[in-house]
């Protein structure tokens, strides 16, 4: 970077928005970058110690009579412009106005956006809060173009990222640094700070320490009596809870968990030993995971906050002990998943950074334990999936392909430990899952292929349990996505079939299991689209109706849940309105349509990043009969939409494929021959593919 301009950043905001902008001004004005940072060499040049200063247009322009030279002035001065989006600014001329000023006199300039109200790139135009110029590139002559921007984005709500989350992510982008690594930084620094202040208080206490000199015999007796009621405790929650979960029988372990913490009831927290505190939390932990696995998300949170007390309780008491902070990073972990179950992905985003962060730490302090390595792995994993979550599919599969290297360390260490061969199978899983989003459909399939050959030779050596059952079912379920994608209807329907035959299986053992059951729902919605795709319609529409009854009974136990309430039931609908275009009932078909695309507005607020693979057959759908009703300008309404909506899924082939049919029917036959032949190249073959080929050599 060239040294710094006059001011470090210009803050453009809406008069409706001057609260936040006040804080935010604030905030970057009394900001200290951590010192292990300052000086450091960046994308963006050497690392600053603060951010100052912040050029505000309504502070600084009273004093000039032109408003016009002030503003280009200060522009051209600022490194960065951080815009305050909601949908007042989107609608502000001159917020708009600093956008494209700023673009104009830095093309290679950083503009960050920080979201107060609305949403990015919204389907109604009252909902946008990213002004016009936001979204678009300007090329080096400072010219406008169509290529959409790249914006980076903090959401300082409090239902996502939050305003220290969103402050942070502003820096990090600002510093051409990491997340992780600048919240990993400001804790350290906040930390020493709060040590600085306390140490005064020490010398006093040390006062008061020799009243704690004296003890008695009950005492001693009474703690060798709890110290064998703790030993039984963690015997339960860890020899025999290892010896039930493989068996997958959740009323046995829901009795371990409540036997356990059963013995703490009525204890005074604050008199428990770390041990105790410990084991307490670890019960309210297995207690939480069943309440999540039938379907009670509010239970199983309360669980796991409940526990996440303990465990910080515990940590403080004694922060150098490793297996203190592993106890603790399992609730931050839960807590984190089930955001991301409820589609509060921010909320999982800043779990899941300080998971990594817990695991980083157990290293430091025992570096030579190789199952704090494995929580690496782990923690590696769960940011990679968030990473899919957010379509950043290369960085996805480096994510996993580090977690699977990771993996396979430890397991050639120990050949014999079942769990580090578990992670080297899941490993596999979301690599395949990230290999195939980005288009590498061979690579995929060789993932999945090796997974499914690593459970066979688990399942002969250490029988088939209900767990290995469950990951051989989503495999088998997968491969048999990827062979439809590869064009093989035959061989995928088999390795959907066995899935199915896996399903069957694991809810004789446990019906009431709500995750096997959505796993179950998700086998029978891909073999329903396989048959209708390749025309047995009356076996499709068995697994139609099988699907839709778990995703009913899904959403009944608990509608927060985003997979079940709008993905599940998304799918079904989909289906159900497939099969009637198929049988030629127009009517229902596009009343079912409809169904979808209003389910996927009412979701917004807790979107499915994935509603595409069936929201986009929709707008196809609908669009195609209103043309066929010689509604031509409302069909193209809907093919724009359904095109406009596959913008951010990139290389994904079903996006790559809806994008081709989309472009087809909207004439653009350049740019869906171009399409065409990106699927040529990945290998894809859908069946539903070929067929709009066909179509489109037969009409031309």
Same mark, same amino acid.
């Given at each position: 970077?060239?040294?710094?301009?006059?001011?470090?950043?210009?803050?453009?905001?809406?008069?409706? %928005?001057?609260?936040?902008?006040?804080?935010?001004?604030?905030?970057?004005?009394?900001?200290?970058?951590?010192?292990?940072?300052?000086?450091?060499?960046?994308?963006?040049?050497?690392?600053?110690?603060?951010?100052?200063? $912040?050029?505000?247009?309504?502070?600084?322009?009273?004093?000039?009579?032109?408003?016009?030279? =002030?503003?280009?002035?200060?522009?051209?001065?600022?490194?960065?412009?951080?815009?305050?989006?909601?949908?007042?600014?989107?609608?502000?001329?001159?917020?708009?106005?600093? $956008?494209?000023?700023?673009?104009?006199?830095?093309?290679?300039?950083?503009?960050?956006?920080?979201?107060?109200?609305?949403?990015?790139?919204?389907?109604?135009?009252?909902?946008?809060?990213?002004?016009?110029?936001?979204?678009?590139?300007?090329?080096?002559?400072?010219?406008?173009?169509?290529?959409?921007?790249?914006?980076?984005?903090?959401?300082?709500?409090?239902?996502?990222?939050?305003?220290?989350?969103?402050?942070?992510?502003?820096?990090?982008?600002?510093?051409?640094?990491?997340? %992780?690594?600048? !919240?990993?930084?400001?804790? =350290?620094?906040?930390?020493?700070?709060?040590?600085?202040?306390?140490?005064?208080?020490?010398?006093?206490?040390?006062?008061?320490?020799?009243?704690?000199?004296?003890?008695?015999?009950?005492?001693?007796?009474?703690?060798? /009596?709890?110290?064998?009621?703790?030993?039984?405790?963690?015997?339960?929650?860890?020899?025999?809870?290892?010896?039930?979960?493989?068996?997958?029988?959740?009323?046995?372990?829901?009795?371990?968990?409540?036997?356990?913490? &059963?013995?703490?009831?009525?204890?005074?927290?604050?008199?428990?030993?770390?041990?105790?505190?410990?084991?307490?939390?670890?019960?309210?932990?297995?207690?939480?995971?069943?309440?999540?696995?039938?379907?009670?998300?509010?239970?199983?949170?309360?669980?796991?906050?409940?526990?996440?007390?303990?465990?910080?309780?515990?940590?403080?008491?004694?922060?150098?002990?490793?297996?203190?902070?592993?106890?603790?990073?399992?609730?931050?972990?839960?807590?984190?998943?089930?955001?991301? /179950?409820?589609?509060?992905?921010?909320?999982?985003?800043?779990?899941?950074?300080?998971?990594?962060?817990?695991?980083?730490?157990?290293?430091?302090?025992?570096?030579?334990?190789?199952?704090?390595?494995?929580? $690496?792995?782990?923690?590696? =994993?769960?940011?990679?999936?968030?990473?899919?979550?957010?379509?950043?599919?290369?960085?996805? !599969?480096?994510?996993?392909?580090?977690?699977?290297?990771?993996?396979?360390?430890?397991?050639?260490?120990?050949?014999?430990?079942?769990?580090?061969?578990?992670?080297?199978?899941?490993?596999?899983?979301?690599?395949?899952?990230?290999?195939?989003?980005?288009?590498?459909?061979? /690579?995929?399939?060789?993932?999945?292929?090796? /997974?499914?050959?690593?459970?066979?030779?688990?399942?002969?050596?250490?029988?088939?349990?209900? &767990?290995?059952?469950?990951?051989?079912?989503?495999?088998? #379920?997968?491969?048999?996505?990827?062979? !439809?994608?590869?064009?093989?209807? %035959?061989?995928?329907?088999?390795?959907?079939?066995?899935?199915? @035959?896996?399903?069957?299986?694991?809810?004789?053992?446990?019906?009431?299991?709500?995750?096997?059951?959505?796993?179950?729902? @998700?086998?029978?919605?891909?073999?329903?689209?396989?048959?209708?795709?390749?025309?047995?319609?009356?076996?499709?529409?068995?697994?139609?109706?099988?699907?839709?009854?778990?995703?009913?009974?899904? !959403?009944?136990?608990?509608?927060?849940?985003?997979?079940? #309430?709008?993905?599940?039931?998304?799918?079904?609908?989909?289906?159900?309105?497939?099969?009637?275009?198929?049988?030629?009932?127009?009517?229902?078909?596009?009343?079912?349509?409809?169904?979808?695309?209003?389910?996927?507005?009412?979701?917004?607020?807790?979107?499915?990043?994935?509603?595409?693979?069936?929201?986009?057959?929709?707008?196809?759908?609908?669009?195609?009969?209103?043309?066929?009703?010689?509604?031509?300008?409302?069909?193209?309404?809907?093919?724009?939409?359904?095109?406009?909506?596959?913008?951010?899924?990139?290389?994904?082939? =079903?996006?790559?494929?809806?994008?081709?049919?989309?472009?087809?029917?909207? @004439?653009?036959?350049?740019?869906?021959?171009?399409?065409?032949?990106?699927?040529?190249?990945?290998?894809?073959?859908?069946?539903?593919?070929?067929?709009?080929?066909?179509?489109?050599?037969?009409?031309?």
């Amino acid at each position: 970077m060239a040294a710094w301009r006059e001011y470090f950043a210009f803050l453009s905001y809406s008069h409706d %928005d001057k609260d936040c902008a006040d804080w935010l001004h604030r905030s970057l004005e009394n900001f200290h970058t951590p010192r292990e940072m300052v000086g450091r060499e960046s994308a963006n040049g050497k690392i600053p110690a603060r951010l100052t200063p $912040i050029f505000r247009d309504r502070d600084e322009l009273p004093a000039s009579s032109d408003l016009g030279e =002030t503003l280009n002035t200060a522009l051209a001065a600022s490194r960065f412009l951080i815009v305050l989006c909601s949908p007042t600014a989107a609608q502000s001329r001159w917020t708009n106005e600093e $956008i494209v000023t700023f673009k104009r006199l830095h093309p290679d300039g950083r503009v960050l956006a920080a979201i107060v109200d609305g949403e990015p790139f919204a389907e109604l135009p009252e909902n946008e809060c990213f002004p016009p110029a936001l979204k678009h590139r300007f090329d080096a002559k400072g010219a406008l173009t169509e290529e959409r921007s790249e914006v980076i984005a903090a959401d300082l709500r409090d239902e996502a990222d939050g305003k220290r989350l969103g402050f942070l992510k502003l820096v990090a982008g600002m510093f051409a640094v990491g997340l %992780d690594e600048l !919240v990993r930084r400001e804790d =350290t620094r906040r930390q020493r700070r709060l040590a600085i202040i306390s140490a005064a208080s020490v010398a006093g206490m040390a006062m008061t320490s020799g009243l704690a000199l004296f003890a008695f015999d009950a005492r001693d007796e009474a703690r060798d /009596q709890r110290r064998e009621a703790e030993k039984l405790v963690g015997f339960m929650l860890g020899d025999l809870r290892g010896r039930l979960e493989p068996l997958g029988r959740l009323d046995a372990l829901d009795s371990v968990g409540a036997k356990a913490l &059963d013995y703490y009831q009525g204890q005074d927290k604050g008199t428990l030993t770390e041990e105790g505190l410990a084991l307490r939390a670890r019960a309210l932990t297995l207690i939480g995971e069943i309440a999540n696995l039938r379907g009670d998300l509010d239970g199983a949170l309360a669980r796991y906050n409940e526990a996440l007390g303990g465990t910080g309780e515990a940590l403080r008491r004694d922060p150098d002990n490793a297996q203190r902070v592993f106890d603790h990073a399992q609730n931050v972990f839960w807590v984190g998943a089930l955001a991301l /179950q409820r589609g509060q992905t921010n909320v999982a985003e800043a779990r899941y950074f300080e998971y990594k962060r817990l695991a980083e730490r157990m290293v430091e302090l025992d570096p030579d334990e190789p199952e704090w390595r494995l929580e $690496i792995v782990y923690a590696e =994993t769960n940011l990679g999936t968030l990473m899919l979550e957010e379509n950043q599919f290369a960085r996805a !599969v480096k994510a996993f392909e580090s977690a699977e290297e990771m993996a396979n360390r430890l397991v050639a260490a120990e050949p014999r430990n079942r769990r580090y061969r578990v992670m080297v199978t899941e490993s596999l899983a979301y690599l395949s899952d990230a290999q195939r989003s980005a288009g590498r459909l061979d /690579q995929a399939l060789e993932s999945r292929e090796r /997974q499914l050959a690593l459970l066979g030779s688990m399942a002969s050596e250490f029988g088939n349990d209900a &767990d290995l059952k469950r990951k051989s079912m989503v495999a088998q #379920r997968m491969l048999g996505a990827l062979f !439809v994608m590869r064009g093989e209807p %035959d061989i995928a329907r088999d390795h959907l079939e066995r899935a199915v @035959g896996f399903s069957e299986e694991l809810r004789g053992i446990e019906p009431d299991n709500t995750e096997w059951l959505a796993v179950t729902a @998700g086998v029978q919605t891909e073999l329903a689209g396989l048959l209708l795709a390749t025309g047995d319609l009356d076996e499709a529409d068995r697994y139609v109706r099988s699907s839709c009854e778990i995703a009913r009974r899904l !959403v009944s136990q608990d509608k927060s849940v985003v997979e079940w #309430r709008v993905t599940r039931i998304g799918e079904c609908l989909k289906l159900r309105a497939q099969s009637a275009a198929h049988r030629g009932h127009d009517d229902e078909a596009l009343s079912l349509a409809r169904e979808v695309l209003t389910l996927n507005a009412e979701s917004r607020k807790a979107p499915d990043p994935q509603a595409f693979l069936w929201t986009t057959p929709m707008r196809l759908l609908v669009g195609d009969q209103l043309a066929g009703a010689n509604r031509s300008t409302d069909a193209r309404i809907h093919w724009s939409a359904g095109l406009a909506g596959l913008e951010k899924f990139g290389s994904h082939p =079903t996006a790559q494929s809806w994008r081709y049919m989309l472009l087809r029917r909207l @004439g653009r036959d350049k740019e869906a021959a171009a399409t065409a032949a990106r699927l040529d190249a990945m290998g894809y073959r859908h069946p539903n593919f070929l067929k709009a080929r066909r179509s489109s050599m037969v009409s031309a």
